[in-house]
């Protein structure tokens, strides 16, 4: 449960809100020195996110802030979010509708229901078990072979990646963690979606100051081996660091701030790889200068679940 009096977490808010606001102060400053169109351009892009960052960092924290609960009906409807744009994106036809219906209004409200009643065992298998024979079989029975493989996999992959990865997050406040940690879950997801974040833009920032070698120039173009290391090593360092706000001793921090870091970025490779073979730039444009949901939590969708489960195992 969130707790506004607990002083880490009071700490872990102020700096998030501490570093917006440096940087809202810094974009209105470059705001006014930028003379070329290309440098305002910039500027006005970085001002946009910045926004976007203050909405998402309020939601968040208040979701954190309010309990367990809230925060699983924030990833629920990440979750379905998510899987809307995913959807969206690929081809799907009348034939699906039904095996759809059971992925947005059984599956995944299923889902997070198990979540939030702590039933770990039907968790852990609902979707990669009871869901993927599922959907295969409501597409047999319609009887529309058409691309029959290809819309069965979509389907599955998008609940897969969308529901049941994402759904990791908040089923971190109920993992059964040692005494002296109790009552301070929200405090794992907190680190956890901090560690996530800020490599991806420590990756991006990086990549824009010392970017010169690109690891994946077809599938992200921005995505370069000096952004990478650069954003993974402050990130682990950063991670390491509030280890006070975690069950994990200063070792133990760095080494799942670093599994949580790699993990993110090979889940933005993928997610970028998918949005290439579709032939656009961003899977939404709900969040100005971010794109949609599914480009925001990219990463998240291979750190969650990694990070529960070896949490789980360890701690």
């Excluded at 470059?30 to 960092?57: D, G, H």
């Excluded at 802030?65 to 969206?88: K, M, N, Q």
């Excluded at 065992?121 to 691309?147: E, H, K, M, N, Q």
């Excluded at 956890?192 to 970017?211: C, E, T």
Aim: hydrophobic share 55%.
């Amino acid at each position: 449960m969130g707790n506004l009096s607990d002083p880490v977490l009071q700490q872990l808010l102020g700096g998030i809100f501490g570093a917006l606001a440096l940087g809202t102060i810094v974009g209105q400053i470059l705001k006014r020195r930028a003379r070329t169109p290309a440098s305002r351009e910039t500027v006005a892009n970085m001002n946009q996110r910045i926004m976007s960052w203050w909405v998402m960092c309020v939601v968040f924290g208040v979701a954190v802030l309010t309990g367990g609960i809230a925060s699983i009906v924030l990833f629920a409807l990440l979750s379905f979010f998510a899987l809307r744009e995913f959807i969206t994106l690929v081809d799907t036809g009348g034939g699906d509708h039904r095996a759809l219906l059971i992925a947005f209004f059984i599956a995944l409200p299923a889902q997070y229901v198990l979540v939030a009643v702590g039933w770990y065992g039907l968790f852990s298998i609902l979707i990669p078990v009871y869901a993927f024979l599922l959907i295969p079989g409501v597409l047999a029975i319609i009887g529309d072979t058409r691309d029959f493989l290809r819309r069965t996999a979509t389907i599955q992959w998008g609940l897969a990646v969308c529901v049941y990865s994402i759904s990791h997050a908040p089923a971190l406040l109920l993992l059964d963690v040692p005494a002296d940690y109790r009552g301070r879950e929200a405090l794992l997801l907190f680190w956890l979606v901090l560690v996530v974040q800020l490599s991806d833009v420590l990756q991006y920032v990086f990549g824009k100051l010392f970017g010169r070698r690109k690891i994946a120039p077809r599938v992200s173009p921005n995505k370069t081996w000096e952004g990478f290391v650069g954003g993974v090593t402050c990130a682990t360092l950063i991670g390491a660091g509030l280890y006070w706000a975690t069950p994990f001793g200063p070792l133990e921090a760095a080494g799942m701030a670093l599994l949580v870091a790699l993990s993110g970025f090979l889940g933005g490779l993928v997610m970028a790889a998918i949005k290439r073979d579709r032939g656009v730039k961003d899977y939404g444009a709900v969040i100005p200068g971010h794109g949609g949901v599914l480009d925001r939590i990219d990463s998240l969708t291979f750190a969650a679940p990694v990070f529960f489960h070896v949490t789980r195992f360890f701690y």
